[in-house]
């Protein structure tokens, strides 16, 4: 049975879809079981966007490139959600959002939808209900999700997990050092931009663009589409436009050959493992006697009184009779 | 006739340090001495030892390196200027206000204009419908230029104009409004702010980016120094860095460094140093720390001239450093207000002991609302007393030669000093701008000081100390926005149908031009427009089709004032209550700390987001200069619990009702809204009777404010 709250969401009531994602993102258990159901439902009304995720260092240019980008989609008679991953402030404390203050002219327009997530709280935290949040924009309508993430940690690997095409940020210079990023993020690539091509930078954005053409040039790609690397200043209309017939080419490419598909499902599979663990886990979590047990075994593990192995199938028992 | 130690034997300074201890029952002296803000060290006792090496000890007034002052006779000669900030409602409101100063002993006129004009919108505009007239006067056309000036003879009246973004259109006002008052420009005396650089640091009254900003500049001084002799083209201002939360020393190596930046761009438009660098004055903001400002301004002038020196100027007049100063207004309390009086006074002393060529001095309403009639004369009076009933003015630099002020004058220089090489570093002041890095390290120092007076480790009377529940009576200026923003949407009406539209158009083009090709003067093309009856807002537009409009650069500190709290036991409750929350709720309690309209007082909106969310809060920022519809908008996407308003500028009776109704327009009527800033108490209940759940203003300490939003949120989620 349809729920009302996925017929509001699917006619464009943006306080329902956010009240939604605030279900999905929450740590509470009777939240989870809720939002299980209603992105199920969901699922029926999604796909039907392009899924974009942008990644680089904090300060390279990705909510201010987001919003030249999204405001040239929504010229283009697109319906734009942005959804924005921020670094939590470190220790305990919660987090400063202020992606909405470099997409000012963005957050202004009716058809878009702008939601930042804080990361903070347990295990990567909300960053890991984006893909289910994907799914909700899709249902109410919105036909490009961009996703913007920080490329330190872990989040990166979440979010390329779960979009059509992963888009990479770089800084002019410094090519050698891949500027904190871990190598392996060149992997994930789908396109490459080296922003803030203007002003001084101009010389060295080109020498970067060389140097990561040549390090893209050693990993092995896949025989329909080798990673584009372009230069872009964000505050250059055109340098934007030309981003975007770089990554709507790849979209009729993988459309007409099936990969986008493949890639799809794929993801999906990747989707179902993670919500078994998730399941799983909350399930540890909510029997107090399975929890209990597992706090007692920590302690004979540790004393040696129990193999590692004999204690996890203890607790998988206690788990099947919970 | 022998010298006096033959005869006596003075005691050594180790005497001294036996006895202070002695006083101090064992501890050491060293205990005494304090640090300040700027991480200069303040000694209980200075004595010769303090100045040796110090080159500058025996210098003198009116001579390089003027560390002693701009005359040779300073105010022993001539006293300072009294010249107070001023501006509210109409034009008509405030050239009445201007007279009757005038006639009360006000010896020149400061013009403070709305937020509206200040950004380069017309009163029409829908974006300003909260900003008419309310934080300064309204000016739209050369007409209300008219009527501002009326009966004030500009060619003998200096005038001083608190304009930076919508800088051509008002100096061109106000040069065709002499024009038409049989004044020509070359008569016209005063001064225009036109100091871009610290808006995008601290005052936020910015229109295009900071390329074309300085362009215009350029554009000024080169006009100003054939057409204007008598006129500053720029005051470069420290001021509002200090209101904004600088130390002295960065506010003395930013405003220095911002000096040298517009020096380059005067002389890349190709222009010789003498012929503008006397037209160059400055600004300095005079807070409590009372020596410390004092050295602040003697440093200054010699860093200056240091700085104009490199650039081999011919003419002394180049190198000598003139200035404005207003006392602090962040200084003054809306608690117990009329201790604000003698607050004023401390500083306007300080100003005087410093040097200024002017004054203004704060009114002791200024932390409720603007100045009331009554307490603008009590501040205007404030320096008549100093002038003429102390013999504060019989004597040059009187500090000079005091152990304590030459060698504090000598740290806050070499302080400065180096914080103005990492500004050089980086490229200059407009290279530093982009990075962020001067706003970031004054909000940093804003944090810190809310944190220490939040914990009363700085204390202010009536506060955090000694705080009385009398309340006492004040009047309070009030301006109706809504009727202001209609007569003057009349009078552009009646301007446009009035004028030479064909001409008119031809000319704003011409501006686009100019501001397209890069050749010719934005101030010339921008005379001929007002001429023909153009508004400010046309004139902005026209380059801001070129230009485009600058957009802040939003970046926050976090944990500055979280670390000052560490094991403070009133702040782990609160963490431990948003623990509790988040246990109950899912998620933090989170709120949306917006800025609404033109006003652009970022301060208080900066510190309170920072503290909640080190406290445990998520913060979400709007966008300065957001409207009503906008900020609903973000609060129902983000799905906060609570949009906090920070509203200093005085557009809350009009801005935070369309709010509440924005809200329930969205389905959002849940959301709590909250109210910060600078609100009359008498304000209070009609923003309750709106919905307004809460009203924090001045003085408000952030941990109070975290645990009762906490309440209120919890109080609604009922748990
Ligand atoms: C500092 C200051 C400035 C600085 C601003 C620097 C900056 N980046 O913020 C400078 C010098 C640039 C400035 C300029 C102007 N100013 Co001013 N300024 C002040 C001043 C002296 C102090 C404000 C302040 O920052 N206090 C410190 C902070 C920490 O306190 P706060 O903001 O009040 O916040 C506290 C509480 O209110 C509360 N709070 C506030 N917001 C929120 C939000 C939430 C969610 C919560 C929980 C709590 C909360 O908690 C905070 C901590 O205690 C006030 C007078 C005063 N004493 O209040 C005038 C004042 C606000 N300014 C005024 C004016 C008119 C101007 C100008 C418009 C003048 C002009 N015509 O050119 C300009 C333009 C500025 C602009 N762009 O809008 C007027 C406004 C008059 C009115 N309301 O009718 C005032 C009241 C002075 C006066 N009496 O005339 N100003
Ligand atoms: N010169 C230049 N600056 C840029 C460009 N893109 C972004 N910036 C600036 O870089 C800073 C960080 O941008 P932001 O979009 O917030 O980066 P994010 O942290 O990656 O989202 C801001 O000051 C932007 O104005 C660009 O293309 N050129
Ligand atoms: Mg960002």
Redesign the interface.
């Given at each position: 049975m349809k729920s009302e709250r996925l017929t509001a969401i699917r006619s464009g009531?943006?306080?329902?879809l956010?009240?939604a994602?605030?279900l999905l993102?929450?740590?509470?258990d009777e939240?989870k079981e809720e939002s299980r159901e209603l992105v199920d439902e969901a699922l029926a009304y999604s796909g039907k966007s392009l899924r974009i995720g942008i990644t680089g260092v904090p300060g390279v240019g990705k909510s201010t490139f987001i919003e030249a980008l999204g405001l040239h989609l929504l010229s283009d008679g697109f319906k734009v959600a942005v959804l924005a991953v921020d670094p939590s402030?470190?220790?305990?404390?919660?987090?400063?959002?202020?992606d909405?203050?470099?997409m000012?002219?963005l957050?202004?327009e009716k058809s878009a939808?702008?939601?930042?997530s804080?990361t903070?709280g347990s295990l990567g935290g909300v960053a890991q209900k984006t893909r289910e949040t994907i799914l909700l924009c899709e249902a109410a309508g919105y036909n490009i999700v961009l996703i913007e993430t920080v490329g330190v940690g872990q989040s990166e690997y979440h979010v390329s997990g779960m979009v059509d095409f992963f888009l990479v940020m770089m800084l002019p210079g410094g090519g050698d050092e891949l500027q904190g990023l871990k190598k392996g993020i060149l992997e994930l690539a789908d396109g490459m931009i080296i922003n803030k091509c203007d002003g001084d930078t101009i010389q060295s954005a080109n020498i970067s663009k060389q140097q990561y053409i040549s390090a893209l040039g050693l990993l092995s790609q896949p025989e329909y589409w080798s990673t584009p690397v372009l230069t872009c200043s964000s505050f250059d209309k055109n340098d934007v436009v030309k981003v975007w017939n770089m990554i709507s080419e790849y979209f009729d490419l993988v459309k007409n050959n099936g990969e986008l598909e493949n890639r799809r499902n794929k993801q999906n599979v990747d989707w179902m493992n993670a919500l078994i663990k998730e399941v799983l886990i909350g399930r540890l979590n909510s029997s107090s006697e399975v929890r209990s047990l597992l706090v007692k075994l920590e302690g004979s593990v540790k004393n040696m009184e129990i193999t590692p192995y004999a204690a996890a199938s203890e607790v998988i028992h206690a788990l099947d009779l919970s | 006739m022998g010298s006096l130690e033959e005869k006596v034997k003075l005691p050594s300074l180790d005497d001294w340090k036996e006895l202070a201890k002695v006083q101090m029952k064992g501890r050491s002296v060293d205990d005494l001495v304090s640090q300040n803000g700027e991480g200069i060290l303040v000694k209980p006792l200075y004595t010769e030892n303090d100045i040796e090496g110090i080159s500058f000890r025996d210098s003198l007034p009116g001579l390089p390196p003027y560390i002693r002052g701009t005359q040779a006779t300073m105010y022993a000669g001539r006293p300072w200027t009294i010249r107070q900030y001023a501006g509210f409602s109409t034009a008509e409101a405030s050239n009445a206000f201007y007279k009757k100063t005038l006639a009360g002993g006000g010896q020149g006129i400061s013009v403070a204009f709305d937020l509206a004009t200040h950004r380069g919108y017309d009163s029409d505009h829908p974006r300003v419908s909260g900003d008419v007239g309310k934080a300064g006067v309204a000016i739209d056309t050369v007409e209300d230029m008219k009527i501002l000036f009326d009966q004030i003879p500009l060619d003998k009246i200096s005038v001083s104009m608190t304009m930076n973004g919508a800088v051509l259109p008002i100096l061109a006002g106000y040069i065709v409004a002499a024009e038409e008052q049989g004044v020509s420009r070359t008569d016209l005396s005063g001064t225009i702010q036109n100091d871009i650089l610290k808006e995008f640091m601290v005052r936020n009254t910015y229109i295009y980016p900071p390329g074309p900003s300085m362009r215009i500049i350029g554009d000024i001084i080169t006009y100003c120094s054939m057409e204007m002799p008598r006129f500053n083209t720029i005051s470069i201002s420290g001021y509002h860095m200090q209101e904004a939360g600088a130390d002295a020393a960065l506010e003395l190596a930013y405003t220095l460094a911002d000096g040298k930046e517009y020096i380059r761009t005067a002389l890349k438009a190709g222009l010789g140093i003498d012929d503008f660098a006397p037209r160059l004055s400055f600004f300095w903001g005079i807070g409590m720390n009372f020596y410390m400002e004092i050295a602040k301004m003697r440093a200054a002038r010699m860093l200056w001239h240091d700085i104009v020196d490199e650039f081999k100027p011919i003419n002394p007049k180049s190198g000598i450093l003139r200035t404005h100063c207003q006392t602090s207004g962040w200084s003054l309390t809306e608690q117990d207000p009329y201790n604000n009086v003698v607050r004023t006074t401390i500083e306007a002393m300080a100003a005087v002991f410093g040097g200024t060529q002017s004054l203004h001095t704060n009114a002791l309403d200024e932390a409720i609302a603007l100045p009331s009639e009554f307490a603008a004369r009590i501040a205007r009076n404030t320096q008549l007393i100093l002038q003429e009933e102390t013999s504060i003015t019989d004597v040059v630099d009187p500090w000079g030669g005091s152990y304590m002020m030459e060698s504090l004058t000598d740290q806050i220089a070499s302080k400065a000093l180096d914080l103005m090489e990492e500004i050089e570093a980086a490229g200059g002041m407009a290279k530093a701008i982009e990075t962020g890095l001067p706003k970031l390290r004054i909000e940093e120092a804003a944090a810190k000081k809310q944190a220490r007076i939040d914990r009363g480790e700085e204390v202010i009377v009536g506060v955090n100390k000694y705080t009385t529940t009398e309340q006492d009576e004040v009047d309070v200026l009030e301006i109706d926005n809504e009727q202001v923003r209609e007569s003057q949407i009349n009078r552009i009406k009646e301007i446009k149908a009035k004028r030479n539209q064909e001409a008119l158009d031809g000319v704003l083009d011409d501006i686009s031009n100019c501001a397209k090709s890069g050749t010719g003067n934005l101030l010339e093309l921008t005379i001929e427009a007002m001429r023909l009856r153009a508004t400010v807002g046309e004139v902005s537009d026209a380059m801001e089709s070129v230009f485009g409009r600058y957009k802040a650069q939003t970046q926050t500190v976090t944990g500055v004032y979280g670390d000052a709290y560490q094991d403070d036991q009133g702040w782990m409750e609160i963490k431990t209550a948003i623990e509790r929350f988040i246990e109950a709720e899912g998620r933090r309690p989170r709120m949306l700390v917006c800025k609404m309209g033109q006003d652009g007082h970022d301060r208080g909106a900066k510190v309170v987001a920072t503290a909640f969310a080190d406290v445990g809060f998520d913060v979400d920022l709007s966008p300065m200069f957001s409207t009503p519809e906008e900020v609903a908008k973000q609060a129902v996407e983000n799905d906060v619990h609570i949009v906090g308003v920070s509203s200093l500028a005085g557009s809350h009776k009009s801005l935070v009702p369309q709010l509440i109704t924005e809200l329930k327009i969205l389905d959002a009527k849940e959301v709590i809204v909250i109210v910060g800033g600078v609100i009359p108490k008498k304000d209070y209940q009609e923003l309750f009777d709106y919905g307004v759940k809460c009203i924090f203003g001045p003085g408000t300490p952030i941990p109070k404010a975290a645990g009762e939003v906490l309440d209120i949120i919890a109080d609604i989620h009922s748990f």
């Open positions: 009531n943006k306080r329902t956010a009240k994602i605030t993102e929450s740590s509470l939240h402030s470190p220790l305990t404390g919660g987090s400063i959002l202020g909405k203050t470099r000012e002219l957050s202004r939808f702008i939601r930042p804080p903070s | -």
